[in-house]
């Protein structure tokens, strides 16, 4: 069964510093990879979709990592904003589903 | 806009009710999804479906129910069998299935039981 795991589970970084986000999955088997912001009490917006056959995935100032052998993917985001304060959350497709890991809750101080 | 609309957003409901939280898209998406979300966790899967008039059961289906008659609506019914239904409800939905598709979320339904 596939597991997928953030750590840490709350982060806060001074505002123009860069963010490292991690993801780790145990099923090396998955589809594709996909990562999401949450705002509180909102539901979830996608950032990102990386295919197994994919490495990274690039929109504006996101940039996400996918290595399938280590079962790890990374979300960095460059640059950091008081507006990028919310929960990130990576999932793992396989058998077309996802698996959510707790996600990291991020807070960007001016 | 396309989109996917779930409603009531706030629900409350007494023990030994059953509740049905609608999720209606018009992205013309084969497969939706219903999670559930509790407070510092994780997304959980209820059910999901991939065609119309079939549903699956996910990780944790036991007391929930769900009907696909319409390309575009996937309800929930949170029945009294749920023991503890307080949690955060997510709808979501992709072209044919997450493995070929980006996933869609609602804006969520917040069901309390009183």
């Known amino acids: 069964k596939q597991e997928v795991t953030q750590i840490p589970a709350a982060l806060s970084v001074p505002e123009g510093e860069n963010l490292v986000l991690n993801c780790s999955f145990t099923?090396?088997?998955?589809?594709?990879l996909q990562w999401f912001r949450q705002d509180p009490g909102k539901g979830l917006t996608s950032l990102l979709l990386?295919?197994?056959?994919?490495r990274e995935q690039t929109s504006g100032r996101l940039n996400a990592s996918l290595d399938k052998s280590s079962g790890r993917s990374t979300l960095y985001i460059a640059a950091s904003q008081p507006g990028d304060s919310a929960t990130y959350l990576c999932?793992?497709?396989?058998?077309?589903?996802?698996?959510f890991g707790g996600g990291t809750r991020v807070l960007v101080k001016p | 806009d396309g989109g996917i609309t779930q409603s009531p957003k706030y629900l409350f409901r007494k023990e030994g009710q059953n509740v049905t939280l609608s999720c209606e898209q018009n992205?013309?998406?084969?497969?939706m999804y219903w999670y559930r979300q509790d407070p510092g966790q994780g997304l959980r899967l209820i059910y999901y479906?991939?065609?119309?008039?079939?549903?699956q059961k996910g990780d944790i289906a036991e007391g929930y129910s769900v009907s696909r008659e319409k390309k575009e609506s996937f309800p929930l019914t949170v029945t009294s069998a749920q023991k503890n239904p307080t949690a955060f409800y997510l709808c979501?939905?992709?072209?044919?299935?997450?493995?070929?598709?980006?996933?869609?979320f609602g804006e969520g339904s917040r069901l309390t039981v009183l």
């Open positions: 990386i295919q197994s056959s994919q």
């Open positions: 992205l013309n998406h084969d497969a």
């Open positions: 479906s991939q065609i119309v008039n079939d549903f």
């Open positions: 979501a939905s992709s072209i044919i299935g997450a493995d070929t598709g980006e996933l869609f």
């Open positions: 999932a793992g497709s396989a058998g077309n589903k996802l698996t």
């Open positions: 099923d090396s088997a998955i589809y594709n």
